[in-house]
T-cell receptor, first 114, second 113 residues
Framework: NAGVTQTPKFQVLKTGQSMTLQCAQD?????MYWYRQDPGMGLRLIYY???????DKGEVPNGYNVSRLNKREFSLRLESAAPSQTSVYFC?????????????FGDGTRLSIL | QQQVKQSPQSLIVQKGGISIINCAYE??????FPWYQQFPGKGPALLIA?????SEKKEGRFTISFNKSAKQFSLHIMDSQPGDSATYFC????????????FGSGTQLTVLP
């Protein structure tokens, strides 16, 4: 049982390049999330998907787009990468909307923008 | 704007000691307060959580104390061990869409052998 799988684990981009971060969960969870983690700032929500077919902005959505491809997969796209987007990105999933269910996190994608 | 404030930023404790991490919040609509533990190179994992209708929750060596009137909650790690060395995040969420979590800034705990 893999839980939440993120690919790639590491990536270096040049300013202006685009890329997609992939996330898949095998726990049949309804909700999925993308966070970025920066030193001294905790985890900040970029986008989330309450259920298949829906997506909503979080706290820091600018410069990102997401796609909930199906119930298992939720991708994050950087259309034109900027150095300010250098961060560690985490995907998470949880069981049900509106319930006190824990979020399960992947091990992150470490992204550097030069 | 940071809706959940966490302190201290870093903490060093001797093996066997008590580690205490504090969090404060402003939004009275928060109704769920989890703590996450993160080891280097890994994603955060749920450690323990509390709802505001109780003042304390204990799981093994980990205890959450909750003060609703002061809008504060804290994590106590009793008999701290070197294996507890990690980054700890408090968080809060509101009932409703997708249970979005608002995280504190994190505390890096080091337990010396």
């Amino acid at each position: 049982n893999a839980g939440v799988t993120q690919t790639p684990k590491f990536q270096v981009l040049k300013t202006g390049q685009s890329m997609t971060l992939q996330c898949a969960q095998d726990m049949n969870h309804n909700s999925m999330y993308w966070y970025r983690q920066d030193p001294g700032m905790g985890l900040r929500l970029i986008y989330y998907s309450a259920s298949e077919g829906t997506t909503d902005k979080g706290e820091v959505p600018n410069g990102y787009n997401v796609s909930r491809l199906n119930k298992r997969e939720f991708s994050l796209r950087l259309e034109s990468a900027a150095p300010s987007q250098t961060s560690v990105y985490f995907c998470a999933s949880s069981e049900a909307r509106g319930a006190h269910q824990p979020q399960h996190f992947g091990d992150g994608t470490r992204l550097s923008i030069l | 704007q940071q809706q959940v404030k966490q302190s201290p930023q870093s903490l060093i404790v001797q093996k066997g000691g008590i580690s205490i991490i504090n969090c404060a919040y402003e939004n009275t609509a928060f109704d769920y307060f989890p703590w996450y533990q993160q080891f280097p190179g890994k994603g955060p994992a749920l450690l323990i959580a509390i709802r505001p209708d109780v003042s304390e929750k204990k799981e093994g060596r980990f205890t959450i104390s909750f003060n609703k009137s002061a809008k504060q909650f804290s994590l106590h790690i009793m008999d701290s061990q070197p294996g507890d060395s990690a980054t700890y995040f408090c968080a809060a969420s509101i009932a409703g869409s997708a249970r979005q979590l608002t995280f504190g800034s994190g505390t890096q705990l080091t337990v010396l052998p």
